[in-house]
């Protein structure tokens, strides 16, 4: 019997050694980035100093704090890399706070039906060994917290992720996911666990499913590995590519394989996005292999092309962030409710407030300070969204906001109001000089609704061409955001209203500043149509 136990021991031993021993080595180093632990270093620094760069045009337009998920491409890096690097250069905000990465990328070499994982312990890189969180694969698959991970297992009756399997054959030899973990390990540091994916044949729910078993926290983020067409010539590439672009930010499913070999891990997320309201995806830049690393960002014009019939393949990033609105609704003018006037007064002293302290101007007194308003006024904490604007003797002096509440009230109040008082580029910055005559309103931002009407048979649909967007506006109530496929978007607060009363000269003059032709008319779900309402308080 003794020896019985000594067996069971060392056996139990043996599995736990045998265990740490399954280190998955790279398959890609030296083809698809550096084996040379300086020489990767190096190129991803390079790569991420470019991002920075970048990102620093496009600051005003994402929210801030850490995305929740990320798409990446996934070929060479000096092919997508500089793509890539927009993303990650947004996930360092999290080194120190994200310290687990779930990556979900598909299959070119082993084919599978579902999403797998495999038996690796660790995945080690040029940049050292990066532990699998084997503990959330087998809860995901429904296994005992001591059940081995053996290839071929499959997700047990009642798993939270239902098409989640073990195949190791498929990992072996694939770069989707290799690729990323040496940005992670840079932009995340030495406490970074992943959990690594293969998405074969699924549907989106399926996928969706194991991203939903795996979201947890703050802590996880999500990266989809993915690029989009291939080997197409130059100018069809990125006609189709601009295409798919717009599907993904419109979470328009499903993304076929031939537009993105990523399709299936790329469904997934859109899958778990269409019902999550508090997110949306944000396009950062996309590109080509023919141009040289050299990227577009998202509403800018791509570059020059070398050759329009080099076949190339397409690469572009997104990310989508969480808001507070899971736990925490935005709060809007109907929020305000009876006390909205008195709402209305702390907001603009607030705003005021922010200037003065901007441009070192003496408070009045201390709780004339924005520490002391916010900490007197605790609904300022609320998530929230607005825009603030500066008027000085009667014309535009600055405006800046957001349109989807991302941070409290209160934070976005004082960013707004600093910003369009030193940031808003058609202005020069406000002086202390001229801040004794400046009239500030504080727009407080409902959600944003795509513009919707009903058909003959009694169906709701999205608008889908320019007449029925202006048959369907409010004039004098509706505040508008146009986008369209390149990234490209405006919005016209309720307010203009008052100076462009017709909807026709509304829509175009809202076309022209998002650097679309004013006379432009669509009638196929082109332009993506939202509406919102304000509630302003402005000084009298």
């Not at 043996?14 to 300086?38: C, E, H, M």
């Not at 999403?115 to 060994?129: D, M, N, S």
Request: glycine share 8%; with cysteine.
């Amino acid at each position: 019997m003794e020896s019985e136990v000594v067996v069971m021991v060392l056996s139990e031993m043996l599995r736990k050694n045998d265990d740490v021993r399954q280190i998955r080595p790279p398959a890609v180093a030296g083809s698809f980035y550096p084996a040379d632990r300086t020489a990767i270093k190096q190129l991803i620094n390079q790569q991420l100093d470019y991002g920075r760069k970048l990102l620093q045009q496009l600051e005003t337009a994402l929210p801030t704090g850490v995305p929740k998920a990320v798409i990446v491409p996934h070929a060479g890096y000096v092919y997508s890399g500089t793509a890539a690097a927009l993303a990650y250069a947004l996930l360092e905000r999290g080194r120190g706070s994200v310290t687990r990465a779930v990556i979900v990328g598909p299959t070119h070499r082993v084919a599978v039906r579902g999403i797998a994982c495999p038996v690796a312990t660790a995945f080690a890189t040029p940049l050292g060994e990066v532990p699998v969180d084997v503990d959330a694969e087998r809860k995901a698959l429904g296994l005992a917290a001591d059940e081995p991970l053996r290839s071929g297992t499959h997700a047990r009756p009642g798993a939270p992720a239902p098409a989640m399997i073990v195949n190791d054959p498929t990992h072996a030899q694939e770069h989707a996911v290799e690729v990323q973990i040496p940005f992670l390990q840079t932009v995340l540091g030495p406490d970074l666990t992943i959990v690594p994916l293969n998405a074969g044949d699924a549907t989106p729910q399926e996928v969706g499913d194991v991203l939903r078993a795996l979201w947890n926290g703050p802590e996880t983020v999500i990266v989809i590995s993915s690029d989009l067409s291939h080997y197409h010539p130059h100018e069809v590439a990125r006609a189709l590519d601009d295409q798919t672009i717009a599907d993904i930010a419109a979470l328009h499913l499903p993304i076929h394989p031939r537009r993105a070999c990523g399709a299936y891990p790329i469904n997934g997320l859109l899958d778990v996005l269409s019902d999550r309201k508090d997110m949306r995806l944000f396009e950062l830049g996309c590109s080509t292999s023919g141009d040289d690393g050299e990227v577009a960002l998202a509403g800018q014009p791509r570059p020059a092309m070398r050759d329009a019939d080099e076949p190339v393949v397409g690469y572009v990033s997104f990310a989508a962030w969480e808001s507070q609105a899971e736990t925490n609704a935005p709060i809007s003018a109907d929020d305000l409710g009876a006390s909205g006037a008195s709402h209305g007064d702390v907001l603009m002293k607030l705003a005021r407030a922010a200037i003065r302290e901007r441009l070192h101007i003496e408070h009045p007194t201390a709780a004339d300070s924005t520490a002391s308003i916010l900490a007197a006024n605790p609904w300022l904490n609320e998530s929230g969204a607005c825009f603030v604007t500066l008027t000085e003797g009667g014309r535009l002096r600055g405006c800046i906001g957001s349109l989807v509440a991302h941070q409290p009230l209160g934070k976005d109040v004082i960013a707004h109001a600093v910003d369009a008082a030193t940031r808003d580029p058609r202005f020069k910055p406000v002086t202390a000089a001229e801040y004794p005559l400046l009239n500030i309103e504080v727009s407080v931002l409902g959600e944003p609704k795509a513009i919707t009407i009903k058909t003959r048979d009694g169906r709701v649909r999205p608008v889908r061409s320019r007449t029925e967007l202006e048959a369907a506006l409010r004039p004098g109530k509706d505040g508008l955001i146009l986008s369209d496929h390149r990234g490209r978007s405006a919005t016209f607060l309720p307010q203009v209203w008052d100076e462009l009363p017709d909807p026709h000269d509304f829509v175009s003059h809202l076309l022209a500043k998002a650097r679309i032709r004013p006379s432009y008319d669509w009638n196929d779900d082109e332009i993506d149509c939202q509406r919102y309402e304000v509630t302003a308080y402005a000084e009298h």
